[in-house]
């Protein structure tokens, strides 16, 4: 059974800085071969993507995130990675971990004061 815990949510002001982590076990799965991504949903809104990453480290980027969040993946620890800066109120969500859009963590809150 895949597992997905996220850690590094919390309180910050506008213009802070937060990194999220995720980590993944399991017994039947190969982390480096599954693309993941950081997924946000904010109240009363759907989930979105915010970023993903492929086996082979290339990122994407939702536009409202570009230039201001970085994804990465660190495959000897089956963990993936979203450092946030210039975090904005409009990025508060609970934050989830997602392998391939099929597995998910049970997310973390990111809350971003004005």
């Known amino acids: 059974q895949v597992q997905l815990v996220e850690s590094g949510g919390g309180l910050v002001q506008a213009g802070g800085s937060l990194r999220l982590s995720c980590t993944v076990s399991?017994?039947?799965?190969?982390?480096?071969?599954?693309?993941m991504g950081w997924y946000r949903q904010a109240p009363g809104k759907q989930r979105e993507l915010v970023a993903t990453?492929?086996?082979?480290?290339?990122?994407n980027y939702a536009d409202s995130v570009k230039g201001r969040f970085t994804i990465s993946r660190d495959n000897a620890k089956n963990g993936v990675y979203l450092q946030m800066n210039s975090l904005k109120p409009e990025d508060t969500a609970v934050y989830y971990c997602?392998?391939?859009?099929?597995?998910w963590g049970q997310g973390t809150q990111v809350t971003v004061s004005s």
């Open positions: 997602g392998m391939s859009a099929s597995y």
């Open positions: 399991g017994s039947s799965f190969s982390f480096r071969f599954n693309t």
């Open positions: 990453i492929t086996t082979g480290g290339a990122p």
